[in-house]
């Protein structure tokens, strides 16, 4: 009886191994950095006005680890082994509120995280619907933006939509272009936001 054991303890130990060495390892990735998004100062309590920014909601199927392309006009897929390095969300978020803080210097950017002051200010709020390739070699980036003012009312909401080509075929290409487009839909927010004022 014990040979018998001894004998599918092996095998089992044997069946784990080649699980761990079948599967390829995954690459990890982050949106690239943004140089601008470095600012020398921020704007802090003397600013003229103040923006909380909330954390980017996005579509369900983009709340997922891998990267995800387009395949045909409905088809989705998540990539397996290429993968986000942190949550999309929390990457949006950080690179939403650094590029605003260049963008709008005379103003506090602010978040919603607990803890964090809750003085009057206007509030952005971003619906992501899509983040992905697409199967004609585009970064497609689109959604919704919101602002309220410190009281609630609708200051503006309006679409988003962005196209980037990617310049090589790739994983890596497709995060670059990604960032590119993301970039371009946070300046696009950040001139319609001094427009409003």
């Keep these: 009886m014990s040979a018998i054991k ?8 044997l069946w784990l191994a080649g699980c761990a060495t079948d599967a390829p390892p995954s690459n990890r990735y982050t949106l690239p950095d943004d140089a601008m998004a470095a600012p020398t100062g921020v704007a802090g309590a003397e ?8 954390p ?10 891998g990267l995800v392309l387009k395949l045909d006009d ?7 082994g290429h993968l986000w390095a942190e949550p999309l969300g929390l990457q949006l978020e950080r690179r939403l ?6 963008r709008l210097p005379d103003t ?19 619906t992501v619907d899509r983040f992905h390739g697409r199967f004609d070699g585009q970064a497609v980036v689109a959604g ?10 609708l200051l503006a909401l309006s679409p988003f939509a962005v196209e980037v080509p990617l310049a090589r075929d790739g994983y890596p290409a497709l995060v670059r272009a990604l960032g590119r487009g993301w970039n ?8 319609e936001i001094k427009r409003l004022r």
């Excluded at 001894?6 to 130990?13: D, K, S, T, Y």
């Design 6 to 13: 001894a004998l599918a303890a092996a095998l089992a130990a």
């Design 47 to 54: 600013a003229a006005h103040r923006l909380r920014v909330a």
């Design 56 to 65: 980017p909601t996005l579509a369900r199927f983009l709340a997922v680890d």
């Design 74 to 80: 409905i088809t989705l897929n998540e990539a397996s």
């Design 97 to 102: 509120k650094g590029r605003l803080a260049i």
């Design 108 to 126: 506090r950017i602010m978040g919603e995280a607990a803890g964090e002051p809750r003085e009057q200010a206007a509030t952005l709020r971003l």
């Design 144 to 153: 919704q933006w919101q602002l309220n003012d410190a009281e609630g009312e």
């Design 184 to 191: 371009r839909v946070v300046d696009e927010i950040a001139g």
